[in-house]
């Protein structure tokens, strides 16, 4: 299946907060309740709670780093 074009920075925001939301919610889970187990239902709630807000903060904030990203090495936004 391929998804048109036009989708391609929200697709792409989906997939980046769900792999930042992921690793660093397994490691907050991790540090906070050690390798116990039912550690991995703690944080599939974690990481679900973090994604809802993660995702459209990347989506928010993603404009803002690019133009910020181009203005720190010398390009124009």
Not at 15 to 44: D, Q
């Amino acid at each position: 299946m391929r998804v048109p074009s036009r989708f391609e920075p929200l697709l792409f925001g989906f997939l980046l907060s769900g792999l930042m939301s992921g690793v660093v919610s397994a490691v907050s889970t991790l540090r906070a309740f050690g390798p116990v187990p039912g550690w991995v239902g703690a944080w599939t709630g974690a990481w679900a709670a973090s994604w809802l807000l993660a995702f459209p903060v990347v989506l928010v904030a993603a404009p803002m780093v690019r133009r910020a990203t181009a203005r720190l090495v010398g390009r124009t936004a």
